[in-house]
């Protein structure tokens, strides 16, 4: 069994005198559980603040505990009469190659409604996030318009395509050309704009010429500061993530924004809604039956970017962290 290990809490970027390549012998299942072979490992930018020992929504890491995560996985034995060797199911087994998990803590997936992988992504949680963030708290309405932050990764693809079902203008924020020109072309969004052009600010406010309805939050930081100046009376402002915030060291510099920024909030009424898609599992059963169907008649397309290894997690969540990813990141472990 190869494992990675939290061996130190990182401070900025994590390396591998954080998080250690460890081998151990593969575990065997007791009763009620299951022996499983990872095939696909889930890489999420939340993983950072598991790294950290602050309070959060969820428990950190413990040092000298396996790196948490959430995996595709075959069955490899089984002592449940429900499971069987061979089943593909999904847990939260971590970073590691095999695991012992209690059958009743896993999800059997269905291959024939999207491959194994897609159940981490555009069928999975991350699919999920787009879902409950957008039309629980984004509530986007025809015609209106809407911005999304790291448009072509993982949630962000997915919230464009449902914000053009919902008949709105969408217009991405992203990190590279070639990233913009995929949501465009792929994905149908209205326009994206590349964060890191001097003139992102100008070129923002072009492609929102009505100004903006709702901005779906995955990062924080200048990208939220730009939007801020744009935004209508009674936006909606969902709070998925702060990923430019992952890894900072320091407060930002310049003077505290804090006081302009309440008042904005009051004066055109906008709504912010902090929201963790875990909270949400009684919409999973409609999420599902929904996007079963999208994909099936075509409605939503997806990009997985799929990294061939075990070996090779942490240098492929060190670059999700700076945008080298290009969609949805997995690591195809066997
Ligand atoms: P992505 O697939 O979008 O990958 C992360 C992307 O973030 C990178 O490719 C990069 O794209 C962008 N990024 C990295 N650093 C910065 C930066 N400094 N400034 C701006 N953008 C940056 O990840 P996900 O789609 O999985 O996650 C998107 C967001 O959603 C994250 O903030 C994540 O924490 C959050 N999330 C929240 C959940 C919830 O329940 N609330 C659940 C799942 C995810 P680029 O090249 O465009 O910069």
Redesign the pocket.
């Known amino acids: 069994n190869q494992k990675f290990t939290l061996v130190k809490r990182p401070v900025g970027m994590p390396d591998e005198t954080h998080l250690k390549l460890e081998e151990s012998a593969i575990p065997t299942a007791g009763e009620d559980e299951v022996l499983l072979q990872t095939r696909y490992l889930s890489l999420?930018?939340?993983m950072r603040g598991r790294m950290n020992d602050s309070a959060s929504y969820a428990t950190p890491v413990g040092l000298g505990e396996v790196m948490t995560g959430e995996a595709v996985s075959e069955v490899l034995e089984s002592r449940h009469p429900d499971l069987s060797p061979g089943d593909m199911v999904i847990a939260r087994t971590g970073w590691q190659t095999h695991s012992v998990a209690r059958a009743d803590a896993l999800y059997r997936i269905d291959p024939g409604l999207a491959p194994p992988s897609a159940w981490l992504g555009v069928m999975g949680?991350?699919g999920f996030?787009a879902y409950v963030g957008l039309l629980e708290f984004g509530r986007p309405k025809p015609g209106e318009t809407v911005v999304v932050?790291?448009?072509?990764?993982?949630?962000?693809q997915v919230v464009g395509q449902i914000a053009k079902m919902k008949g709105c203008r969408v217009v991405g924020v992203?990190?590279?050309n070639d990233?913009c020109q995929h949501v465009v072309d792929h994905y149908g969004f209205d326009a994206c704009v590349n964060?890191k052009d001097d003139n992102f600010e100008d070129q923002l406010e072009k492609a929102c010429p009505n100004g903006i309805d709702v901005y779906f939050e995955?990062?924080g930081?200048k990208?939220f500061e730009a939007v801020m100046k744009l935004v209508n009376p009674f936006a909606r402002i969902p709070v998925?993530?702060?990923?430019?915030h992952y890894n900072q060291t320091e407060l930002p510099e310049g003077p505290d924004r804090l006081v302009p920024f309440m008042g904005q909030i009051l004066i055109k009424r906008l709504m912010f809604r902090g929201?963790?898609?875990?909270d949400h599992h009684e919409l999973l059963p409609q999420f599902r039956r929904d996007m079963s169907q999208w994909l099936e008649e075509g409605k939503v397309r997806y990009q997985e970017d799929v990294v061939e290894g075990f070996e090779n997690a942490l240098s492929a969540f060190q670059g999700?962290?700076?945008?080298r990813?290009r969609?949805?990141?997995v690591i195809k472990v066997s």
């Open positions: 999420d930018p939340y949680m991350t996030t932050s790291a448009a072509s990764g993982a949630v962000g992203a990190g590279a990233k964060y995955n990062v930081g990208v998925c993530g702060r990923i430019a929201f963790i898609q875990s999700l962290l700076q945008g990813n969609g949805k990141l």
